[in-house]
């Protein structure tokens, strides 16, 4: 093939995964690119997954070994690529037609680039397209923070040069889940990641996926951010602004799991660890948006008709209040600001919803708890809409003359 064309290799590891790996490989073939090695590596799977793959016959390379892990799978595939390009697609995931040949036109375009992700489609067991997509825009310098702050790739959304994985290692065999966020953390704190927006890759949910196990996630998330910031300091030692940011956040959302798990002992621990470690989240609107959509799953988080606002809010505030009456944490004095911000979030929750008396009662709580909020500009453009309703505001801008 000529040099515009380089060799891609697919990397799909499979373990028990017959029922879908078929469309995995289907979604690679119909690639408009054609200059495609597939390697699909089987971690000791014990259905028949070995005939679905065999019947492709030389269209891929198959690799089997015994089980070892995803982390292993995807290693023994990196290792016998023989591709400029790597992509990860996971044996239950599927790619759209334009994936490789927008991707590597993407980095081609710009060479000061080694890595690009794209964004990405939830679906369903059954490939049904589900509420949420995800395409979110965030500038190569501001990458690893973006994901620190939580980990918004999917493996099949991104794509690298392979020597960004000769420079920065293979995946952790060690963690057993958020291998990949630990691996795209190592690329974009080295590597240039741009990105497109268009939606490439189609990212299937199943029931009782690692991904929907709240421990699992928390236990390799804090491991994920040991490895990179560092052990968690005691309570009263001595933190750095980054080990703040990154554990603060961890817990945050792993707070939120645990809520859509409705384990709100465990999403509880969280927050009082969160707020341990970076107190200033209680100040924060963001904090309780993320929190009150708590019972949100992967695949529809966004929709703000799934969204049981008044039970999240209870559950929420509910969590504060134990937060306060903790002494031991001596955090009385974000009290007013944290149930100001939760209501603000809720309002702004309610708003999205049409559910304009509600977003009334949450505005002004929010009011009664922090007066100086009636500083905030965007805040009293919300509390306005909800007492007067968007259509009288407009019209009467209009009569003052100000409309644009």
Excluded at 135 to 163: I, T
Excluded at 200 to 216: A, E, K, V, Y
Excluded at 342 to 367: D, E, P, S, V
Aim: hydrophobic letters at 40%; charged letters at 25%; a neutral charge.
């Amino acid at each position: 093939m000529p040099e515009s064309f380089p060799l891609v290799s697919i990397i799909i590891p499979n373990y028990n995964h017959a029922q879908y790996i078929e469309d995995a490989i289907h979604s690679v073939l119909r690639q408009t690119y054609r200059n495609v090695e597939i390697i699909v590596v089987d971690d000791g799977s014990r259905d028949h997954s070995r005939e679905v793959i065999g019947a492709f016959g030389d269209k891929v390379r198959p690799i089997f070994q015994q089980n070892q892990g995803l982390s292993a799978a995807r290693n023994t595939g990196i290792t016998a690529s023989r591709g400029e390009f790597i992509g990860a697609l996971d044996a239950d995931d599927m790619y759209e037609p334009e994936f490789i040949e927008t991707l590597v036109a993407a980095l081609q375009s710009r060479p000061d680039a080694d890595g690009v992700y794209c964004g990405y489609r939830f679906v369903d067991h059954l490939n049904r397209p589900l509420p949420q997509i995800e395409a979110r825009e965030v500038a190569p310098e501001n990458l690893y923070w973006a994901l620190v702050d939580g980990n918004f790739l999917v493996p099949e959304a991104m794509f690298a040069r392979k020597h960004c994985y000769d420079a920065v290692g293979l995946f952790d065999t060690s963690l057993r889940a958020l291998e990949d966020l630990d691996m795209w953390l190592r690329i974009a704190s080295r590597f240039k990641v741009i990105h497109t927006t268009k939606i490439l890759t189609r990212h299937r949910i199943l029931p009782g996926s690692m991904s929907t196990d709240p421990t699992r996630q928390f236990e390799n998330r804090l491991q994920v951010v040991k490895k990179n910031f560092g052990a968690e300091p005691a309570p009263t030692g001595e933190w750095s602004g980054e080990q703040r940011r990154a554990y603060s956040r961890a817990y945050l959302v792993s707070a939120v799991e645990y809520l859509q798990a409705k384990n709100e002992v465990r999403a509880y621990e969280c927050l009082r660890s969160m707020a341990i470690a970076q107190p200033a989240l209680l100040a924060r609107v963001e904090t309780f948006y993320e929190l009150a959509c708590g019972d949100q799953p992967k695949g529809y988080r966004g929709e703000f008709a799934s969204i049981n606002l008044e039970q999240n809010a209870r559950v929420t505030l509910r969590l504060l209040e134990e937060l306060f009456a903790d002494h031991e944490l001596r955090l009385a004095g974000f009290k007013p600001s944290a149930n100001a911000h939760a209501c603000y979030a809720f309002g702004l929750l309610a708003y999205g919803q049409g559910n304009i008396r509600a977003a009334r009662k949450y505005f002004l709580g929010a009011l009664r708890f922090q007066p100086l909020l009636i500083g905030e500009r965007a805040f009293v453009g919300f509390l306005l809409r909800s007492l007067l309703g968007a259509t009288l505001i407009h019209s009467l801008r209009r009569m003052m003359g100000r409309s644009k």
